[in-house]
């Protein structure tokens, strides 16, 4: 039978897209099939349903997630009564449910919908529908104990209206208030509560929501600019100076177009970081001359400027009350969302009181929520040496959002706040002297190897190391400037947990000082990688697509040995298949014996193991190959792990996997080096490295619970 939850509302202004989205992420890390239903929908395209549908890929079109819109509902509500509205709904509901494991409801908007007694209907068709509601609850310039009011005469209402309640949550709370209001909650209802806080970064719009608001025209500005928050407005009028002192972070700046002196004197202010603005709206039509638009555009790049047709106060009249919103075309705004939702909401807690079971088998979504919620349970701590670097940064505004790990980004300081800057991220950045305290928010800090004073203690180490190559002091001192190098000192000394590189810098540039700086383990003959391959529908781990370029039999049941452990930690039970062009005893050769041979020494090594080998990929992977060729094989045509006969095979394989199937490839991620360090590629998304921080992280909580337990002795 499906199982749902209801999310509603009992009001406007409660912000519940971000809790649809927690809740959404939630499901999704227990659950395959996860659908959603809109009992009731304005005309038009719907904002949040193509979110969770990009998101989360989900394969439902628009039509299929709805039950008829607001005006149908209206009318027939009028005519037929609500009876056979709600019948129509009900009806429609198991249409959708039959298709999923698990379906979001997502309720009504109290927004111009035409319809008596909204909360009732809600209450009605959750409990028709077989589901628990969790209730959200605007609190926006409202008391602690205001809000704590409101939470418990919803609650009531909810449930004498017969409503499962499994939470109540608070939204958009200011946070002074947020802490009094759960004060004045505690123990004063049956349910969980939460409390979350106004997020300025959510409720800001960005610089295209302001431009579809009212209508704009874009001058200048490209994708990244129009997506900045705007914080704030100022409105230019006066001189120069004094303009110049008005201006604040964030701002959008408003003023007619004939104002070429203010123009210029924002971006300057802009490009000089004092302080960065969101853009330029320019009033009555007015476009400055095309002198000073090129000058504009060689001043700040990228930032938007803005031209309307109406002035200064209608202008502001038309953006008073304006707020963001999440849709598909904010991802930042949804990892922010995410991230206040994990870091206010006990998620775990949430889950069992929604009684969604968890699938019993591992897909691309779980695994990379998996994860995320690994990393954040103990945090570590991931130098970045790409500081500056467009993804890396973007990554790390998710990552610190998400309170996946602190970082430390490398690159000059000034240069890498201005990039921030210019891409209007929210980056918490640390002083040089201060320290983030373990209950804190995680952070950034940014060392430039330069500058830095470990540059010489790192300088004299490696001096040490590679003293038998003729390294010497001097030539030492340059090469641990070099990002790549320095970033793995920091990871041989205990200054962070772990490195991921890669983005800008080729994978001989990130492994090489792993191999002369940290090395192997003792256990390791030789350093591996592995790809996560996320398919369609499941996890397979790819070994060895990056490192090794023609291993030999020993090196091979090494790098499978490798490879399954890698596997079991994260979460993809290893049946491992080691791949060659013949399968069984059906072929010959130097190549196919090494495989043979290479697939006796794992089951000697370890025997708990269950691997096959030689084989083809067909018969690893697929059962009906695999009943033919190797009938009654406990690997065959279900392997997770897929070791190839060498690197060209590997590379190749993972990539035509990757492009043709539409794979999300995680990695490389190293195995076999002491403390762990990882590559990424140089087409690499931000989401790729969000999850190789996440992978890096929770490598490192393992190494360190390793040697905590060697410590102790157990």
């Known amino acids: 039978m499906t199982r749902s939850v209801y999310v509603t509302g009992i009001g406007r202004g409660d912000g519940r897209q971000v809790v649809d989205l927690g809740v959404m992420e939630l499901l999704t890390r227990r659950v395959d099939r996860v659908g959603v239903f809109r009992p009731l929908a304005h005309d038009g395209p719907d904002g949040v349903f193509d979110l969770l549908r990009g998101r989360y890929r989900l394969a439902q079109e628009p039509a299929a997630a709805r039950g008829m819109s607001y005006a149908e509902a ?27 494991e698990v379906v979001l409801v997502l309720g009504t908007d109290y927004a111009d919908t035409q319809l008596p007694a909204e909360l009732a209907l809600n209450a009605r068709l ?23 009011a409101e939470v418990r005469n919803a609650h009531h209402a909810l449930a004498s209206l017969g409503c499962d309640v499994v939470a109540m949550i608070a939204n958009r709370v200011a946070e002074a208030e947020a802490a009094p209001a759960l004060r004045e909650l505690a123990g004063h209802l049956p349910v969980p509560v939460w409390v979350l806080p106004e997020d300025a970064a959510l409720a800001a719009p960005t610089v295209a929501q ?56 924002a971006l300057a202010a802009h490009s000089a970081g004092s302080p960065p603005v969101a853009g330029v709206l320019l009033t009555l039509d007015q476009r400055p001359s095309d002198r000073t638009m090129a000058l504009a555009h060689r001043l700040a790049p990228g930032t938007p400027v803005l031209l309307v047709a109406d002035g200064s106060f209608p202008t502001a009249a038309a953006l008073s009350g304006l707020e963001g919103k999440l849709t598909a075309a904010t991802p930042r705004k949804a990892e922010i969302a995410l ?123 490696y001096a040490d190391l590679r003293a038998h190559r003729g390294v010497t002091p001097e ?27 890669g983005a800008a ?25 592995v790809f996560f391959m996320c398919l369609a529908d499941q996890v397979l781990v790819y070994g060895d697509c990056a490192v090794n370029p023609d291993p030999d039999a020993a090196q091979l049941a090494d790098i ?37 041979e290479a697939t006796e020494l794992v089951r000697r090594a370890r025997p708990d193991l269950r691997v096959e080998g030689p084989i083809q990929y067909d018969a690893a992977v697929e059962p009906t190959v695999a009943a033919a060729k190797l009938p009654g094989s406990s690997v065959a045509g279900q392997a997770t792990v897929l070791v190839f006969p060498d690197l060209n095979t ?39 490295i969000v999850n190789t921080v996440a992978i890096t992280a929770v490598q490192a909580q393992q190494q360190h619970d390793q040697r905590r337990d060697e410590e102790s002795g157990t």
């Open 505 to 529: 810098h080729s994978t001989a540039a990130t492994i090489r000082p792993a191999f002369e700086v940290i090395r192997t383990k003792p256990d390791a003959s030789i350093v591996s990688s």
């Open 560 to 596: 499978a040995i490798q490879s399954a452990v890698t596997a079991a930690r994260f979460g993809v039970e290893p049946r491992i298949a080691m791949l060659s062009y013949s399968t069984g005893t059906s072929g010959s050769g130097a190549d196919v014996d090494k495989v043979r």
């Open 210 to 265: 302001v431009a579809d608001a009212i209508g704009a025209r874009v001058l200048l500005g490209d994708a990244t600019g129009l997506a900045r928050d705007v914080r704030g407005f100022v409105f230019g009028g006066a001189t120069l100076p004094t303009f110049l002192d008005a201006l604040t972070e964030g701002c959008m700046v408003i003023m007619p177009g004939d104002r070429e002196d203010l123009v210029v004197g």
């Open 475 to 501: 030539l030492a001192w340059d090469v641990v400037a070099d990002v790549s190098y320095f970033g793995t000192f920091m990871v041989r000394e205990g200054l962070v947990d772990g490195m991921v590189s």
């Open 74 to 100: 209206a009318v027939l509500q009028a005519e037929r009564g609500t009876d056979e509205l709600v019948g129509r709904l009900v009806e429609r509901f198991h249409e959708v449910a039959r298709a999923f």
């Open 126 to 148: 959750a409990n028709e529908f077989g589901a628990p509601v969790l209730a959200v609850v605007a609190g926006p310039g409202q008391s602690g104990a205001s809000v704590a």
């Open 650 to 688: 590997g590379n190749n394989t993972y990539k035509a996997v990757q492009r043709s199937a539409g794979a999300v490839a995680v990695g490389p991620v190293l195995q076999g080096l002491r403390k762990p360090v990882n590559d990424l590629s140089r087409g690499a998304l931000v989401q790729d």
């Open 339 to 461: 991230g206040l939702f994990e870091s206010r909401v006990a998620t775990a807690a949430l889950g069992e009181r929604l009684a969604v079971a968890r699938s019993g088998r591992m897909t691309p979504m779980m695994f990379e929520h998996g994860l995320i919620e690994r990393a954040r349970a103990d945090r570590r701590h991931v130098v970045l040496p790409e500081g500056d670097e467009e993804r890396v940064l973007r990554a790390a505004e998710v990552i610190l959002r998400r309170t996946i790990c602190d970082l430390t980004l490398l690159g000059d300081e000034t240069r890498i706040r201005k990039h921030a800057a210019d891409l209007g991220l929210d980056l918490r950045f640390l002083g040089p002297d201060e320290l983030p305290g373990d209950d804190a928010a995680p952070s950034a800090r940014v060392v430039d190897p330069r500058t830095s004073p470990l540059r010489e203690r790192f300088a004299e180490l």
